[in-house]
Nanobody
Framework: QVQLVESGGGLVQPGGSLRLSCAASGNIFAIGDMGWYRQAPGKQRGLVATITTGGRTYYADAVKGRFTISRDNAKNMVYLQMNSLKPEDTAVYFC????????????WGQGTQVTVSS
């Protein structure tokens, strides 16, 4: 099993920045791609960004140019740097890890709230 714990959420004004962190523990050798998803009230959970074990990244159109995903494999961490935040970025952000071999197996963190408001 893999455990994921997010941190770094909070309240920020429009145009501000936040950095989310996700710490992985447990069977870390089973972790392949990692990513961040978000879920706003009344909406489905959606992809924000992903990163492969080799560092290739993918971003949803809504966050391209504003968010940066990174990972530190030695520390079993994944990060999401969020700049130029907008009110529509308000959501619960979830860390995700995909099993390295059984790619249909996903692990999720408990989520961290990000609120962008003046």
């Amino acid at each position: 099993q893999v455990q994921l714990v997010e941190s770094g959420g909070g309240l920020v004004q429009p145009g501000g920045s936040l950095r989310l962190s996700c710490a992985a523990s447990g069977n870390i050798f089973a972790i392949g791609d990692m990513g961040w998803y978000r879920q706003a009230p009344g909406k489905q959970r959606g992809l924000v960004a992903t990163i492969t074990t080799g560092g290739r990244t993918y971003y949803a159109d809504a966050v391209k140019g504003r968010f940066t995903i990174s990972r530190d494999n030695a520390k079993n961490m994944v990060y999401l740097q969020m700049n130029s935040l907008k009110p529509e970025d308000t959501a619960v952000y979830f860390c995700n890890a995909v099993h390295l071999v059984v790619t249909t197996t996903n692990y999720w963190g408990q989520g961290t709230q990000v609120t962008v408001s003046s």
